[in-house]
T-cell receptor
Framework: NAGVMQNPRHLVRRRGQEARLRCSPM?????VYWYRQLPEEGLKFMVY????????ESGMPKERFSAEFPKEGPSILRIQQVVRGDSAAYFC?????????????FGEGSWLTVV | AQKITQTQPGMFVQEKEAVTLDCTYD???????LFWYKQPSSGEMIFLIY??????QNATEGRYSLNFQKARKSANLVISASQLGDSAMYFC???????????????FGKGTKLSVIP
């Protein structure tokens, strides 16, 4: 399966712990995006990365959230000191280009539950 | 700013019948792309179909077709010969512009829950 790979699929964290979500883009794709889906909502953009660069993080909360896409290895979305409101599905997506004509493919999502 | 509106929170369709899921959009960009995704109860987001704003013909992918009416700013998804496995949430989304945030960010609607009745 050469699709977008995310892990873990499900993650439970206690309030105050850290959550790390990993994403490997589709083969040949160098553009990675993270989206968050709250219950009964559509997906909301968080951050757009290319290798070693954050292009746009305007959708990401200013505190506790960070993202990276290193030269080697998967993209990581890191949430420090999680709170109950962080409980959501986090989707990673990738594309071969960053313009409106490029199809974006999503991973299966990572469901974070904060208890 | 880009906006996607899906006015049908839920839809029912009889198995083997066709169904249309509505989507209207608002953008000032002359170049944009429209997408439909399916989210079954298992949670993954599955790409279904794409329509570019300059495409002359409506997009089709198997049983899925996109009824693109540019002047009305609508991009309705048509599913023919519905199957039980089509029961899912369906999201319409768009990217717009040749540069800037709109060109790479997807803006999603709130979704339509489709239930296929045997």
């Amino acid at each position: 399966n050469a699709g977008v790979m995310q892990n873990p699929r499900h993650l439970v964290r206690r309030r105050g712990q850290e959550a790390r979500l990993r994403c490997s883009p589709m083969k040949g794709h160098s553009h990675v995006y993270w989206y968050r889906q709250l219950p009964e909502e559509g997906l909301k953009f968080m951050v757009y990365l290319q290798k070693e660069n954050i292009i746009d993080e305007s959708g990401m909360p200013k505190e506790r959230f960070s993202a990276e896409f290193p030269k080697e290895g998967p993209s990581i979305l890191r949430i420090q000191q999680v709170v109950r409101g962080d409980s959501a599905a986090y989707f990673c997506a990738s594309s071969s280009g960053g313009t409106s004509g490029n199809t974006i493919y999503f991973g299966e999502g990572s469901w974070l539950t904060v208890v | 700013a880009q906006k996607i509106t899906q006015t049908q929170p839920g839809m029912f369709v009889q198995e083997k019948e066709a169904v249309t899921l509505d989507c209207t959009y608002d953008t000032s960009d002359p170049s944009y792309g429209l997408f439909w995704y399916k989210q079954p109860s298992s949670g993954e987001m599955i790409f279904l179909i794409y329509q570019g704003s300059y495409d002359q013909q409506n997009a089709t992918e198997g049983r899925y077709s996109l009824n693109f009416q540019k002047a009305r700013k609508s991009a309705n998804l048509v599913i023919s010969a519905s199957q039980l496995g089509d029961s899912a949430m369906y999201f319409c989304a768009m990217r717009g512009g040749l540069s800037g945030a709109g060109s790479y960010q997807l803006t999603f609607g709130k979704g339509t829950k489709l239930s296929v009745i045997p």
